[in-house]
Structure formats: C-alpha cells, structure tokens
C-alpha cells in the first residue's frame, strides 16, 4: 500500500489503458479474440471478464516476483504465470457459464497467447512495483473488455435484432446477418475506429487552440 507515492501518477497509470492507451482503439492489439468472439454481447463480455482476471493476476504475480526471476527465464516463466490463470479463468467459466465457454472454444486457452498480457508483463509488471502494476494491469484490462462489448454490442444489435440475447425490434426486423459473420466484425471494428481517432484528433485540436489562446 505504502508503494504509492503519487496520486496523480498511480490515476495516469489506471486511466492511460482506458482511453489514451487503449489496447484495441489506439494500439490495435488482440485482434484476434476482438474479431472471433464479439459476434454477441455476452461472448465479448465473458472473454472480457476473463482477460481482466488473467491481466490483472498475472501482472500482480510478476510484479511480486520480479527479483526472483532471471532475466534468462523470464519470458518461459511469464508464460507459465498466464497459462496459470487462464486454467482457472477456463475451469471457471466451463463451470458457471457452459453455454458461453463452448461458444468462446478455443479462444479461452488462447489467452496464454495475447500479446497485450504478455507485453504488459515485460514493459511493465516487470519493472514497476506491485500496486503500480495492478492499476496498469486494471485500466489496460477495463479498456480492452470495453472495447469488446462495444463491438460485440452493436454487431448483436445489427446482426441478431438483439442485446444479451434480448430481443430489441420484434419479428419485423430484418436482421443484418453479415454484422455476426467474420466480414461484419472487420466492417464494424473499422467504423469504431474512425470514429474513436475522430474524437481524439478533435480533442488535440480543441488542447492546441487552447493553449494558443493562452501562451
């Protein structure tokens, strides 16, 4: 607890991974699991909460352990640490949420392999004390789940008429099949990112024109 020092530093690390720093809409990372599993709200949640868990546990772990770690075997024992968590964020979802684990597949164990954990890990966790890790870990995880029901949101609102499975349009709608379908995710995932670099560049111009106005 005593670790932070600075409010203001330990509330940069937290937020940067929520907007500034977004894994998906600024770093364009795990486009993997971004694509395959965000054809419905309740998958890009459920593949949220288990990257959270698996970020935010290993980065903490790391952190922990960082000078007992040789620099030879870091990147082995990195991955020993993530497939750690993700054995138990699968087991707990095959047991809570079936329907949802045998919709995810293989995308679950594929968390060993996200290069936004891992990279966390090295850039970070590894270098920085625990807590500071923790809240790097826990903006960067709220971030990337963000990003997911956004896109598993309105690809569900298009593609099935629905939201979390509940129905919007009644059975006149016409639903938008494409949007479920991989070529619907690439469509989709591109608007959104027009759209979030569109209010980035109108922000950095509004900071511009107010500092001109003020130097």
């Known amino acids: 607890m005593a670790e932070i020092k600075d409010p203001g530093a330990a509330y940069a ?69 993530i497939a750690t968590f993700v054995t138990v964020a699968d087991f707990a979802l095959k047991a809570l949420v079936p329907d949802v684990h045998r919709a995810l597949g293989a995308f679950i164990a594929l968390i060993v392999v996200n290069c936004i954990i891992l990279g966390r890990q090295e850039a970070f966790a590894s270098r920085n004390t625990v807590w500071m890790s923790v809240l790097d870990a826990l903006g960067m995880a709220i971030g990337f789940a963000f990003a997911l029901l956004c896109l598993g949101s309105v690809r569900e609102i298009l593609g099935s008429g629905s939201l979390f499975g509940i129905d919007l349009f009644g059975p006149s709608f016409e639903p938008w099949v494409i949007m479920i379908l991989p070529p619907g995710g690439f469509i989709m995932l591109g608007l959104i990112l027009l759209v979030f670099n569109a209010m980035t560049q109108r922000r950095l111009n509004r900071a511009k024109a107010l500092a001109r106005r003020t130097a």
């Open 13 to 81: 690390e937290f937020v940067k991974g929520i907007w500034k720093e977004n894994p998906i809409f600024v770093q364009v990372l795990g486009m993997c699991p971004m694509l395959a599993v965000t054809n419905s709200a309740i998958n890009a949640l459920a593949m949220g909460a288990a990257t959270f868990f698996v970020l935010v546990g290993s980065s903490f772990l790391v952190s922990l352990l960082r000078n007992y770690i040789p620099k030879q075997v870091r990147i082995s024992t990195y991955i020993i640490i």
